[in-house]
């Protein structure tokens, strides 16, 4: 009785990420999984966890007991199809459990926690409830009430306080020489309308919405079966990663140096499905799987820090910053948005001084407008190829230099295992990492030499100008 009534207490929690709070953060179409049409999965799940697909895009799992999740484990509802009842994780339970299953009773009891503060969660760790958002004359997503301005004079903040906009937070990004600040609208005005009156009122400033970004993939699905990594040294390469938080405790992370900053929701880190995913495919290192510079020191930036709000045009500034701060001089962001002020000054400014920055193009299909920031001068866009280096049918291909594998990549999945993923977003780490070991410091030089080397190992893909890039060698991430 004691395990039905925790069954039935976990069930409640995941009932909390579904219904008609299960609207996902609109976009442009940016990545499979990303609105409520988008390919769903159960990456919650064990990867080695059957499953039905049933009417609706809800993914039914059928579940012995013995793949219950383990203590510690991170439970995240998938995107785009609503979250299957955990009280069908051990179907079939009685009172007479043996005392494997008490066991995982107790693993579940200490686990409630981390449950209830996990579901409801779409790829990057945002709740699934729009609280804060707004948007823009586009229809794209921004933070409702909120105006971001570029380096703003003092006269230009004179302005904007005369028009009774509040100063909520001013950042000084000094590696990119930079600042920025987010401006609070005046009563009754809404974002639009605010932006429209300061750059009325003060024609010389750089003012701009507070976009959002979302992620270029889908959920890791399946259960990707084992594959033998091969023996080869630890890569000492340093990569920056701009996403969603990670799960260090997953096995293919566990080796790996982790350096994690949360740059919203007020410093917390919530582990992400896709963050975990990207941090796998640029360093990972299990003895069933390999990254593509395994073992690498990881400079993780989450950017969205569990808030539905996050993911915004300032956050990813504020990571670039502290990238360039740490001296890393190539970063990997999987994510895209429209053109913004503060994202392209921070971008201009993190590439100007010597860094690469690798940025997966998206998957709103090949006649789709360019996405940001791969679409940014400087910016090594990259798009997705099958495993017969076709294109893929929905990848973005504007702004693209590189094409690396982007369907069926295997990769680590919540809260434990592996499965397989499709989308730009799980193309761009392969080529951010081979950029990493070849470049152990930032420099305009270094950038030329490596990009130099990339381009003779790449193949070109017809007369568009995107060539393919393969893995390195002697590393099997993916399949």
């Known amino acids: 009785m004691a395990l039905k009534r925790l069954l039935l207490a976990v069930a409640i929690l995941a009932a909390a990420g579904t219904g008609a709070d299960a609207q996902l953060l609109g976009g442009r179409g940016l990545g499979g999984g990303i609105g409520p049409t988008g390919p769903g999965g159960i990456g919650g799940l064990p990867a080695n966890v059957p499953v039905t697909r049933v009417p609706g895009g809800i993914a039914a799992p059928s579940l012995p007991s013995a793949v219950l999740p383990p203590a510690g484990s991170i439970i995240s509802n998938p995107v785009g199809a609503a979250a299957a009842p955990l009280s069908t994780i051990a179907p079939g339970v009685t009172g007479t459990a043996t005392g494997t299953v008490n066991a995982a009773t107790s693993n579940l009891t200490e686990n409630l926690q981390t449950i209830a503060a996990t579901s409801g969660r779409d790829l990057v760790g945002r709740p699934l409830s729009q609280t804060g958002l707004g948007r823009d004359p586009q229809g794209l997503p921004i933070v409702a009430g909120e105006v971001l301005a570029v380096s703003p004079t003092e006269q230009s903040l004179a302005v904007a306080q005369r028009l009774n906009f509040r100063i909520l937070r001013q950042d000084q990004l000094g590696a990119l020489e930079i600042s920025t600040t987010v401006l609070s609208a005046p009563s009754g005005m809404d974002a639009v309308q605010a932006l429209s009156a300061l750059r009325q009122a003060d024609p010389a400033g750089n003012y701009d919405y507070a976009n959002i970004y979302n992620p270029t993939g889908g959920q890791v699905t399946g259960n990707a079966a084992d594959l033998a990594a091969p023996p080869s040294a630890t890569s000492n390469a340093r990569i920056g990663m701009i996403d969603g938080g990670v799960e260090s405790r997953h096995s293919a992370l566990a080796a790996t140096h982790l350096v994690s900053r949360s740059f919203a929701g007020g410093g917390n880190r919530v582990a992400s499905a896709h963050g975990t995913a990207i941090a796998s495919l640029l360093a990972g290192a299990d003895k069933n799987f390999s990254g593509y510079a395994p073992g690498a020191t990881l400079y993780a930036a989450d950017?969205?820090?569990?808030?539905?709000?996050?993911?915004?045009?300032?956050?990813?500034?504020?990571?670039?910053?502290?990238?360039?701060?740490?001296?890393?001089?190539?970063?990997?962001?999987?994510?895209?948005?429209?053109?913004?002020?503060?994202?392209?000054?921070?971008?201009?400014?993190?590439?100007?001084?010597?860094?690469?920055?690798?940025?997966?193009?998206?998957?709103?299909?090949?006649?789709?407008?360019?996405?940001?920031?791969?679409?940014?001068?400087?910016?090594?866009?990259?798009?997705?190829?099958?495993?017969?280096?076709?294109?893929?049918?929905?990848?973005?291909?504007?702004?693209?230099?590189?094409?690396?594998?982007?369907?069926?990549?295997?990769?680590?999945?919540?809260?434990?295992?592996?499965?397989?993923?499709?989308?730009?977003?799980?193309?761009?780490?392969?080529?951010?990492?081979?950029?990493?070991?070849?470049?152990?410091?930032?420099?305009?030089?270094?950038?030329?030499?490596?990009?130099?080397?990339?381009?003779?190992?790449?193949?070109?893909?017809?007369?568009?100008?995107?060539?393919?890039?393969?893995?390195?060698?002697?590393?099997?991430?993916a399949r």
Request: proline fraction near 8%; include cysteine; glycine fraction near 10%.
């Open 303 to 477: 950017v969205f820090g569990g808030e539905a709000a996050g993911g915004s045009a300032a956050e990813i500034a504020l990571a670039l910053n502290w990238l360039a701060e740490n001296n890393i001089a190539v970063a990997n962001i999987s994510l895209a948005g429209p053109p913004n002020a503060i994202l392209a000054a921070a971008v201009k400014a993190f590439v100007d001084s010597g860094h690469v920055l690798v940025a997966a193009s998206g998957n709103d299909g090949p006649a789709a407008p360019p996405n940001y920031p791969a679409a940014y001068p400087g910016v090594i866009g990259v798009t997705a190829v099958d495993s017969a280096h076709h294109l893929a049918l929905d990848a973005n291909r504007n702004a693209a230099r590189f094409a690396a594998l982007g369907v069926n990549v295997r990769a680590a999945a919540l809260p434990s295992g592996y499965g397989l993923a499709s989308g730009t977003s799980y193309a761009s780490p392969l080529v951010a990492a081979r950029f990493a070991v070849l470049m152990p410091a930032p420099g305009k030089e270094n950038c030329q030499t490596a990009l130099a080397t990339l381009e003779h190992d790449a193949v070109p893909l017809g007369k568009n100008g995107i060539a393919y890039l393969p893995a390195p060698s002697d590393r099997v991430a």
